[in-house]
C-alpha cells in the first residue's frame, strides 16, 4: 500500500517519515506510519487484526521503503507499506486508519529530516564584511589620487606664476 504526502511549496521547507510499533488501548499493539511535509502529517494506522472468513485473525505490517525505491524529497515523501494477509478461501477484512493532521513541530526538527533552504542574501558575514572593507579601501585610494592630481595642478600653476612673475621682474 503507497503512502505519500506532497506540497506545493519548494523552498525552505522540510520532510521526514517514521515508521514503528504503538500500543493502543482499543486495537492493542498496531503499526503506524507519519510522514511529515513541514507542519503537515500524513498519519496512518495499521491494526495487527483483519477479519479474515468471518474470523478475527492476526496479521502484520511492514516498512517496504528498502526493498521498493521510494521517493523522498524535502517537499514530498512517500512510503510503501506491506501488510501480510493469512490465506483467506471468500473474503478478508482490513481497516487502516489515514488521517492528515496539522503538526505543532515542524519537520525540520527531527534528526533525520530532509531540508532544502534557499537565503535570499547568500553572503556569509565574513564575505559581507570583505566587500565593505575593500569597496571603503577602493574609495580612499580613488580619494587620495584625486587629491594629488588637484595639489599637482595647484603647484604647476604656482610655478607658471612664478615663472612669469620672474621674466616681469627682469624686463624691468
Known amino acids: 500500500m503507497p503512502a505519500s504526502l506532497s506540497s506545493s511549496k519548494t523552498d525552505d521547507i522540510c520532510s521526514d517519515k517514521q515508521f514503528g510499533e504503538k500500543t493502543d488501548e482499543f486495537y492493542d499493539i498496531s503499526n503506524y506510519l507519519?510522514?511529515?511535509v513541514d507542519d503537515h502529517s500524513l498519519y496512518g494506522r495499521f491494526i495487527k487484526r483483519a477479519i479474515v472468513d468471518f474470523l478475527?485473525?492476526?496479521k502484520s505490517n511492514e516498512l517496504l521503503?528498502?526493498?521498493i525505491n521510494s521517493i523522498s524529497s524535502s517537499s514530498s515523501s512517500?512510503?510503501?507499506i506491506g501488510i501480510i494477509l493469512p490465506n483467506y478461501a471468500?473474503?478478508?477484512i482490513i481497516d487502516p486508519d489515514f488521517s492528515v493532521l496539522i503538526d505543532s513541530k515542524s519537520a525540520s526538527s527531527s534528526d533525520n529530516s530532509i531540508c532544502t533552504t534557499i537565503n535570499d542574501s547568500k553572503l556569509t558575514k565574513a564575505q559581507l564584511?570583505?566587500?565593505?572593507v575593500g569597496s571603503v579601501c577602493f574609495a580612499l585610494v580613488i580619494i587620495?589620487?584625486?587629491i594629488y592630481l588637484i595639489k599637482k595642478e595647484e603647484s604647476k600653476n604656482l610655478l607658471k606664476e612664478n615663472e612669469f612673475k620672474?621674466?616681469?621682474c627682469k624686463l624691468i
Do not use: P, Y
Request: hydrophobic residues 40%.
Open 34 to 36: 507519519k510522514i511529515k
Open 90 to 92: 471468500n473474503s478478508i
Open 65 to 67: 521503503d528498502s526493498s
Open 56 to 58: 478475527v485473525k492476526t
Open 129 to 132: 564584511a570583505g566587500i565593505i
Open 144 to 146: 587620495i589620487s584625486i
Open 166 to 168: 620672474i621674466k616681469t
Open 78 to 80: 512517500q512510503s510503501f
